[in-house]
């Protein structure tokens, strides 16, 4: 429904490439997608909200980098087409992802399999990175027992809305102190020896959430996770009704719109249904 894109790009002229792959789909209420009021009142507004959203994609981005294979990311799976599946989380949790949520995802949509179709083993993946701990964009780590899998600790140690009881036995991420300051941004940690990927904190959603750049030679792609859901929320100023901190969230959209005054930026929210063609033409956030 959402058609991957794979483009080549350059770090000081050595060719990368960066992938994007949609692993099913997934609809949510509308006010959870756009907020009308604050704090609580968004929060009620979601619960007795009727109507959902067209359908979303899930991105999970790949980047093929000198240093190895970074995925971002883990996105859906197919095991959330099966109603009992949430029921192991507790009366609550089971509730907000079979009310809240809808999920469209079938098994060749996983990010397994898109990887294999790229003739990428999922246990090549060198580091899979989550931007946050939602259930879109983890269920796929089941697919990486080999690669290192890396969270910002403060998502690990505050966490809201986690599913730990859907975790595969074996995880264990690696958590990730973001205590370096890379240009607006003063809570970020370079990940490769040649600093051109980093993790960066970028809370609201949750407070943990990071986002992750990578610094090319044809702009900076940043994968933004669930910042916004779609590029003009950031742009119009405009907010999503599933942000823990209204105050955290303001604060991370000035810090990224003051970041992009300065320099090429490509936005790429997970849920937001043009990100991979802007990816595709390096369409930048501000033009
Ligand atoms: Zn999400």
């Known amino acids: 429904m ?9 770090i000081n002229s050595q060719k ?20 009308s009021r604050k704090g609580l009142f968004a929060q009620l507004d979601i619960i007795f909200n009727k109507r959902f959203t067209e359908w979303l994609p899930v991105w999970v981005w790949v980047i093929e980098h000198p240093e190895g294979i970074y995925v971002i990311d883990a996105g859906i799976t197919s095991d959330t087409m099966s109603r009992a599946y949430f029921k192991v989380l507790g009366f609550f949790s089971n509730w907000v992802n079979t009310s809240l949520f809808k999920f469209k995802v079938n098994r060749q949509e996983e990010i397994d399999k898109q990887l294999e179709s790229i003739n990428i083993s999922p246990n090549a993946v060198k580091v899979l990175i989550l931007t946050h701990l939602h259930v879109d964009h983890i269920l796929g780590i089941k697919h990486f027992p080999k690669a290192e899998i890396l969270v910002n600790r403060l998502e690990w140690n505050k966490p809201s809305g986690d599913v730990p009881r859907l975790y595969p036995e074996w995880f264990k991420p690696v958590l990730v102190d973001l205590d370096e300051r890379f240009e607006t941004f003063n809570n970020a940690r370079f990940l490769t020896k040649a600093k051109d990927v980093l993790l960066i904190h970028t809370p609201g959603h949750t407070h943990g959430h990071s986002s992750v750049l990578l610094k090319t030679d044809q702009g900076n792609i940043l994968f933004a996770g669930d910042i916004c859901y779609y590029q003009q929320q950031l742009s119009y100023d405009r907010y999503a009704g599933a942000n823990i901190s209204a105050g955290e969230i303001k604060n991370t959209y000035k810090k990224i719109l003051n970041f992009a005054a300065s ?17 595709d033409g390096l369409i930048p956030l501000v033009p």
């Open 2 to 10: 959402f058609e991957s894109k794979s483009v080549e790009l350059t």
């Open 16 to 35: 990368i490439k960066v992938h994007g792959f949609s692993t099913g789909a997934v609809k949510v209420k509308t006010k959870f997608l756009e907020a």
């Open 263 to 279: 320099t090429k930026v490509i936005f790429l929210p997970s849920h937001d249904k043009d990100a991979a063609i802007r990816l």
